[in-house]
């Protein structure tokens, strides 16, 4: 064991899931149980299932309110997409679900060379891009909307964190993670972007990576994003959103204090990666419904697709912003 490695086990010792967890309610701090997560303040308990805390809100595990059945259809999506891999035996080299960045004449901020005989390069070069110039070491890092863990295992790779934690509303991601993860320090578990399972102040990173499109509630995100993380560090974000709904987020975001460091529109990148291996990352999937097809072609940004075209209309923009917490 080198002195990073070691000096990152001493530091684990200290931080126990009751330390971590936080009531995704009322954000008092969860005390472990046997088989749940309980919190005395509001007398919620939150299944451990399989070694996996599932911290969704019982609002959110109940039926009828219409912003919940966007979380349960894109929880199913999800669920899908593990199985189409699944079907098309190569379910354990798929770890990213992003469109991944191809370089062109736009400016790049990552120093970063990605090594040769790397997997996923584009999605890896979209990572290292929305990560920048921004220092890692001996962190502690969320990733909201982990997917199947590639930023995570990235991250972990290349940028020395002391920690890192991958949150998902889709069970079956996160549990395709955790059978994966071999290190102490990293957790996953299941929650919703809106209502964060931490305490105020504990993360040094947030990383937000083509996820926010699908929250009902976007003000309500950022404002998570803000309670968990310290002062003085940052929320790593890229999305594709509408162009009209980048400059409200722009709006909020500087409302509740955050900083733009960088506020970047890599749609053109974004297409270059599209054209280049969307076709090709199609075929990893096996057939399922018609329904599910159709919405992997636009999650997958196909050309031809209506997103794709979107972003040539530039109806829509896939931006990276790098955001302060003053
Ligand atoms: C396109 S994938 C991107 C995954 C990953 N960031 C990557 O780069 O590979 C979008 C992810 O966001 C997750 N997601 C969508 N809505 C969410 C929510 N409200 N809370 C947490 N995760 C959510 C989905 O389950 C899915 O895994």
């Avoid at 959110?60 to 899908?80: A, C, F, M, W």
Wanted: charged share 20%; with cysteine; net charge negative.
């Amino acid at each position: 064991m080198n002195d990073h490695e070691l000096w990152r086990t001493e530091l684990n010792k200290v931080i126990s899931l009751e330390h971590m967890y936080h009531c995704p309610s009322c954000y008092a701090p969860l005390i472990k149980e046997l088989t749940a997560l309980s919190c005395e303040a509001c007398k919620t308990n939150y299944p451990v299932s399989g070694e996996i805390p599932i911290l969704l809100t019982p609002l959110l595990r109940s039926e009828g309110n219409p912003t919940d059945q966007v979380k349960q259809d894109i929880q199913q999506h999800y669920t899908q997409v593990s199985e189409s891999l699944e079907k098309g035996q190569v379910s354990k080299y798929v770890t990213f679900l992003n469109y991944g960045y191809l370089p062109s004449a736009n400016e790049q901020y990552s120093p970063l060379e990605i090594p040769q005989n790397t997997m996923s390069r584009n999605a890896v070069k979209l990572l290292f891009e929305v990560i920048g110039q921004a220092d890692l070491e001996g962190k502690h890092i969320l990733d909201v909307g982990c997917g199947r863990g590639g930023s995570i295992e990235i991250l972990n790779r290349f940028f020395k964190p002391a920690m890192l934690v991958g949150l998902d509303i889709t069970e079956a991601s996160i549990r395709f993670n955790h059978n994966r993860n071999k290190f102490k320090h990293i957790h996953f578990c299941v929650g919703d972007a809106e209502s964060l399972p931490f305490g105020n102040e504990s993360f040094d990173v947030v990383l937000n990576i083509e996820s926010s499109y699908a929250y009902p509630d976007m003000t309500e995100f950022y404002r998570q994003v803000d309670r968990v993380l310290k002062k003085g560090s940052h929320f790593l974000y890229g999305d594709i959103l509408p162009v009209s709904k980048f400059e409200e987020s722009a709006r909020m975001l500087n409302q509740l204090g955050f900083e733009t460091i960088r506020n970047q529109d890599i749609s053109e990148n974004i297409l270059l990666s599209c054209d280049q291996s969307a076709s090709r990352n199609a075929e990893a999937y096996g057939a399922l419904d018609d329904a599910f097809m159709a919405r992997l072609r636009e999650s997958l940004c196909l050309p031809g697709s209506q997103i794709y075209s979107d972003l040539i209309s530039g109806v829509k923009q896939f931006r990276i912003m790098n955001l302060l917490k003053a």
